[in-house]
Structures are given as C-alpha cells and as structure tokens.
C-alpha cells in the first residue's frame, strides 16, 4: 500500500468514526499545545495556526480537534476554508469530500447558514458538483431554503471558474424555489460577468438593480470597477469612479482598485492616492502600502521601499505575504542579499515565508556572496514550515548549489526569529 493511500484511508477511518475522530482531536490538541501546558487548543489558537499551516494532514487534525466546539457557522466557516484550500491544494479531493459529508450528521444540518458553510467549501475545492448535490439535499435534510443558501451555491459557482453557469442559476433558482435574490446575489453576477469580461452586461445588472430597488454595495461597485481597468478602459472606470463617489461608496477597497492599476507608473501617483484615501478618512491598509512599496520597487527606488517596509507597523498596519514576497524578490534583484535574508527571517517569524520562486533567488545570491550558513539557514527553516511533498524542488536546489553536506548549524538568533 502506497504512503498516500494509507493516509488517505487513515483520514477516512478517522473521519468516519467517533473514536477515531476523538483520536485525531486528541493528536492534534497535543501537537497545537506544544509550546504551551494547556492540553486542548482554542477555536482563536486553531484559525491562528491554519494559517500558517501548509500541511494538509496536520490542517485537518486541527480543524478536527476544535470544529465541534464551535458555536456558530461563522466561527466555523473561516477554520473550514483553510483546511479545505489546503486539502485542494495537494489535491486531496476525496478528503475534503469526506470531510464535508461528516458536517451532514451534525444536528446543525437544519440551520441553512451552517449547510451553506458547506457549499462554500466545496466552491472553494473547486468540486461545484458537490456544492449543487448538497444544495438539492437540503428537503431531505430539513432545511429551509433562502437567499443564504442560493447565494452560498452562486458564489461556489463563481469559485470554481464557472462564470457562465452563474447567470442560468440566477434566473432559474428564484423560480423553481420563490427565492428573492438580495444584493449580494446581484453582486455574485455581476462579478461573474466581469469575470467572463462582460463589463457591458456587468454595468447593465446596475440599473436593473435600482429599478427594483436592491442596494448596489461598495463591493459590486468595485468589481466592475475593477474590471474596467483590466480591460484597459480607465474613462469608463473613472465614469464609475464618479458615480461611486457620489452614491458615498468609495472605501479602501474601491482605493486600493484604483490603486492597483496606478503602481506601475510614478510612485507619486500611488503616495498621492493613499494621502488622498486618508483625508477622506479612510484608513489605508497594509495592501495599500504594498503597492506603494511596489511602485518604489519597480522604480529602483529600494531605499524609499525599504522605508515602507519599516514604517508598516507605525501606520497600524502589519506585513502579509506579498509585502515579504514582493521586497524580498526586489532586494534579490537590487543584488542586496544580506537585507533579503534579514527579511526572509522576519517573514519566518510571522510564519509567513514565501514561495521557492522568490526564496531561490535569495539562496543562490547567499550562496553566490559565499553566505553558506545563511543560506543554509534559510533552507533549514523552509524544510521546517512545509510538508515532504513541497521540498523535493529545495533538496534539488541543495545538491545543485553544492549544500546538501554542508554544516548547516544554526546562529542563535536564527533559531529564534525561524522557529517563533
């Protein structure tokens, strides 16, 4: 029996019965609780810990070890997606299967937004089979059918690339159930024009919307909005611009849009639309400021980058991935690879490391300005943080650059900053 089988029977034994489960829940509270004397792991613990866990079967001994102790279907939905992305991502569809399926013996099956938490998941997988399958049982399952459950099905739609099925379902759900689409299902339409590059039918939905009196949000707004200037059509996006401003609908989202589609040009243009968001009121994220870190960056301007960087705390913000992304593959490229590994062991310590396409320019410019033990390091940490399968493209890039027999004994404060 092949490794991958028995783990994926392992995880099926120890999903489908009761003792197992308790196993599996036992396993993973005194995993999460390692650094700690508690012997059970919170729900706020758990969320923390999925996100930075890229391992598939120690994400779904978490989620298993807390997922019964949740007490509403919003607590449980953000736990759920992580594991699910996770399993979807190493490709373990049969798991997240039996994952969900488990979720349908819970009493909580008849309260429609716990159901909907489940097709989303599946949308999420990519499986919109399994989301349609679960949202045609819920007769069967005693619950009641609203616009939280048709909007659940439209975005799962949305979620596994079927934009041209959206608008079939819009159209022939209400009918058969007497559902009243609400202005977030109009929003999940009009994302799933914009995402078939149907601005025009996108913009159309608008005035349909206000004749039937359904609030255009923000957020649909800025999906077309969004679309408009991927599309290259900037005039008819400042058209909308305008008229989110006049409707009082411009937020940091709406900002950042605009934003997005300014930091390949003068970095003054992007500093100028982030003082701008700020006297308007609104607080600029740390998305934004990643893109004006960005536009420095694409300026050969590393020292005003790197200041953004260091300021990222002061304004309230913290960094995310892309921020550690984005200034470590710039530092690589400004040849600045002393800084680059100082960074790399800051995104460590937040646990949110970057890809091997970023990390490997910094390991073979440590090795090229002979920091061995750096860049031994830097791959020490990775091999720590990741499962087995994302590490056979690291042991390769060890034997190629000459590491695999190297020391690799780790500075003081390399242990700390890499395994907080």
């Known amino acids: 029996m092949s490794c991958s089988l028995a783990r994926h029977l392992r995880h099926v034994r120890h999903l489908s019965t009761a003792a197992a489960a308790a196993a599996a829940a036992s396993t993973a509270a005194a995993s999460a609780s390692a650094s700690s004397s508690s012997s059970s792991i919170s729900v706020s613990r758990a969320k923390s810990i999925l996100r930075s866990e890229f391992d598939p079967d120690r994400a779904l001994e978490i989620y298993s070890s807390v997922s019964k102790h949740y007490t509403s279907p919003l607590a449980s939905r953000?736990?759920?997606?992580?594991?699910?992305?996770?399993?979807a991502k190493s490709r373990r569809f049969a798991d997240i299967e039996t994952l969900i399926e488990s979720h349908k013996n819970d009493p909580k099956i008849t309260q429609e937004p716990y159901l909907s938490t489940l097709i989303r998941s599946y949308g999420i997988a990519g499986m919109f089979q399994h989301a349609l399958r679960t949202f045609n049982q819920m007769e069967e399952l005693g619950t009641p059918r609203s616009?939280?459950?048709?909007?659940?099905?439209?975005?799962?739609?949305?979620?596994?690339?079927?934009?041209?099925?959206?608008?079939?379902?819009?159209?022939?759900?209400?009918?058969?159930?007497?559902?009243?689409?609400?202005?977030?299902?109009?929003?999940?339409?009009?994302?799933?024009y914009c995402e078939s590059g149907l601005s025009d039918k996108a913009i159309s939905m608008l005035k349909e919307m206000e004749e039937k009196g359904v609030e255009i949000t923000a957020v649909?707004?800025?999906?077309?909005?969004?679309?408009?200037?991927?599309?290259?059509?900037?005039?008819?996006?400042?058209?909308?611009?305008?008229?989110?401003?006049?409707?009082?609908?411009?937020?940091?989202?709406?900002?950042?849009?605009?934003?997005?589609?300014?930091?390949?040009?003068?970095?003054?243009?992007?500093?100028?639309?982030?003082d701008e968001m700020s006297n308007a009121g609104l607080k600029p994220d740390t998305i934004s400021y990643n893109y004006l870190m960005t536009s420095y960056c694409k300026s050969g301007m590393m020292?005003?980058?790197k200041k953004v960087y260091a300021e990222l705390e002061e304004t309230g913000c913290h960094p995310n991935a892309a921020t550690f992304r984005t200034l470590i593959y710039y530092l690589c490229r400004?040849?600045?690879?002393?800084?680059?590994?100082?960074?790399?062991?800051?995104?460590?310590?937040?646990?949110?490391?970057?890809?091997?396409?970023?990390?490997?320019?910094?390991v073979e410019g440590l090795v090229q300005k002979k920091k061995t033990k750096e860049a031994k390091g830097l791959i020490?940490?990775?091999?720590?943080?990741?499962?087995?399968?994302?590490?056979?493209?690291?042991?390769k890039l060890e034997e190629d650059l000459g590491l695999a027999g190297v020391?690799?004994?780790?500075?003081?404060?390399?242990?700390?900053?890499a395994t907080s």
Not at 231 to 246: I, L
Not at 341 to 350: D, E, I
Request: aromatic fraction near 12%; proline fraction near 4%; charged fraction near 25%.
């Open 78 to 87: 953000y736990a759920q997606d992580l594991t699910v992305k996770r399993l």
């Open 147 to 192: 616009s939280i459950s048709f909007n659940a099905l439209l975005s799962a739609c949305n979620q596994s690339k079927l934009f041209d099925q959206v608008p079939k379902f819009f159209e022939e759900i209400p009918k058969r159930y007497g559902i009243l689409p609400d202005k977030i299902s109009y929003g999940i339409l009009v994302k799933s």
């Open 220 to 274: 649909t707004f800025t999906t077309i909005l969004d679309a408009l200037y991927k599309q290259g059509q900037s005039d008819r996006a400042e058209k909308v611009w305008h008229e989110m401003a006049k409707k009082g609908c411009l937020d940091v989202g709406a900002y950042n849009v605009k934003i997005m589609f300014a930091h390949g040009g003068d970095p003054e243009n992007v500093k100028a639309l982030i």
């Open 303 to 305: 020292d005003e980058a």
């Open 334 to 362: 400004s040849g600045d690879f002393e800084t680059g590994y100082k960074v790399f062991k800051q995104s460590a310590f937040r646990r949110k490391i970057p890809d091997f396409g970023t990390l490997r320019h910094l």
């Open 380 to 395: 020490r940490t990775v091999k720590k943080n990741f499962p087995a399968n994302f590490l056979n493209v690291w042991r």
């Open 407 to 417: 020391d690799s004994s780790p500075a003081a404060d390399d242990v700390q900053e």
